[in-house]
Structures are given as C-alpha cells and as structure tokens.
C-alpha cells in the first residue's frame, strides 16, 4: 500500500464497526479551520488540556490537542457515544488504552503524530502499533542510523542511493518504532536488537528479531503513505490484517 488516494471518507451517517481481524486506519491533518478546531477540542478532558498547556510553542499545542480531539472523535464513532465521554488509562510506558470498562470487545488502538499529520490504527484483541513520520532532509542522519539501528541495517543505509536514503531512513525508523509501539516498550526495547526490512520498493517485513529464531514471523508490518510526503507503519502480530484506511477529512 503507498497509494494516498485509498484512504476513503467514510460516510458520516454509516456507523463505524470492525470484524476481529479487521484495522481501520485514519488520517487526519492537524492544521483544520477554526470551528473545527474548537468542536474537537471541546471534548478534551482537564487532564489533557492542562498537558495541551505545557506546550511551550502555541502550534505545537494546537497540533497535540487536536490530534487527542481526533482520537477522540474516531473512538467516539465506534463506541457510539460523545467524543467527551471516552476515558482513557495508560500502561506503564505510557501507551494509551480504553478504560475497561468501555472495551468489552477488546479495542486496540495507536495514535501517531508528524508535524501536521496525525495516524491513527484501531482493531480488536491484538495489540498493534503505528508510526508516522514526515520524510525531511535529516544533517546527521548515518549517525542516527549507526547508533540507533542494528549495524547490518546502518550498513545497508549506506549503501542506497543517496537519492533515496531519505525514504529508506525513514522506512526503517517507523518501521521499528511501529514494533516498539505495538509492544507499548517505547525505547525500552532496544532498536539493534531487530532488523527490518526498509530498501524502497522491498515489502515491509521484520527480518530477525535477535536470540528469538522464528519469532520474526509472527510479525506483519504494512507500509504506508498517507500523503506523499509522509511514510508510516502499522506493526502487528499474529495474520495480517484485513486493512482499510479512511480519512478524517
Ligand atoms: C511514544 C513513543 C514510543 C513514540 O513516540 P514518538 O515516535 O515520538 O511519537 P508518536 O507520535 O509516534 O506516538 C505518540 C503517541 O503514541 C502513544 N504512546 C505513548 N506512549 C506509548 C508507548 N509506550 N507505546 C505505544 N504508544 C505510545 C500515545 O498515543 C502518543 O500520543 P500523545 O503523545 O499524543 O499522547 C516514545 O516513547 C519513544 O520512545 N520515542 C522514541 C523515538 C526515537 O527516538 N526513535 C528512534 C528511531 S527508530
């Protein structure tokens, strides 16, 4: 998957349903007109609007708090019920969930943000992962690669063209941090310690996951483009899921 224009406007009356197996993954632009702002906003807890605060730069607050309206908002259309009214809690490394007691089917959902893209993935009883990032020119960007990913991937880095090495950087890296999000580890969970696949145009894979033969397997990563200047993964275990991806727009 790469192709923008297959993430469809669902329509708004239709309500929202996933089958075990199935992900739904949302995009959403966090720059949106006024009123439209304000209506996501609005459902925002006390909690979140005191962290909204902390911003210490006014479009970084405003791209936080309405990428949380819109996590918010998608929930809300699955739960049937407000925006205002889901409540969260969190597991230890942060990674955000539905509190139990709105999720007796066992929702599964991740959120990600890139300067004024927001992802957002949500299936049932798997844990899953996303990761998105805006594909920009980064100065020190071998030595990013040689310190955080596993030498063979450092090493094969430099061997794209260096035309695509911005591309192929960043299908590595959310490629792994969509791995680490789906395990809720964060930074815990040391990114050498597995290889995935991330030359253009290979399909997204996870390659070896170090001491654990055979576990590599078990992973399916999609790779995809939500805009053209934007790449993100979804990692999950178990099958690969039956995708479809919509837009917030
Ligand atoms: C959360 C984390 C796992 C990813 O952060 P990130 O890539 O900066 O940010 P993203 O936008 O993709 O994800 C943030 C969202 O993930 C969710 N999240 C928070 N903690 C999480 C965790 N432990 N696991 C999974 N998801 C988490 C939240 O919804 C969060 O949104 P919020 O900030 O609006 O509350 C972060 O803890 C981290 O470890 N970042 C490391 C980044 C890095 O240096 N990577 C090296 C290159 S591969």
Redesign the pocket.
């Known amino acids: 998957m790469t192709a923008q224009e297959r993430f469809e406007v669902p329509v708004a009356s239709e309500p929202l349903a996933l089958a075990v197996g199935d992900v739904h993954v949302w995009r959403c632009r966090l720059q949106q007109p006024e009123d439209r702002r304000q209506t996501l906003v609005q459902a925002l807890s006390p909690e979140e609007r005191q962290?909204g605060d902390k911003f210490h730069f006014e479009h970084h607050r405003r791209q936080?708090t309405i990428?949380?309206g819109f996590?918010r908002a998608v929930l809300g259309r699955y739960l049937g019920i407000p925006a205002e009214e889901i409540r969260f809690r969190?597991?230890h490394?942060?990674?955000?969930a539905l509190a139990d007691e709105q999720n007796p089917c066992n929702w599964q959902?991740?959120?990600?943000?890139?300067a004024d893209g927001?992802l957002l993935a949500i299936g049932r009883d798997t844990p899953l992962?996303?990761?998105?990032?805006q594909l920009r020119p980064m100065e020190n960007m071998l030595a990013?690669a040689r310190r955080?990913?596993a030498a063979e991937e450092a090493r094969q880095l430099e061997q794209v063209a260096p035309a695509q090495q911005i591309l192929a950087f960043f299908n590595?890296?959310?490629r792994?941090?969509a791995i680490?999000?789906?395990?809720?580890?964060?930074?815990?969970l040391p990114?050498d310690r597995f290889l995935v696949s991330f030359r253009p145009g290979e399909p997204a894979r996870v390659v070896e996951l170090a001491g654990q033969p055979g576990e590599a397997k078990r992973w399916s990563l999609t790779a995809l483009q939500p805009w053209p200047d934007f790449v993100a993964c979804l990692a999950r275990q178990e099958t690969t899921p039956n995708l479809v991806c919509l837009a917030f727009d």
């Open positions: 962290r936080w990428a949380r996590l969190y597991h490394l942060g990674k955000p959902f991740n959120l990600s943000h890139s927001a992962g996303v990761d998105l990032e990013l955080y990913f590595c890296w959310t792994k941090e680490l999000k789906a395990c809720g580890k964060g930074l815990s990114l």
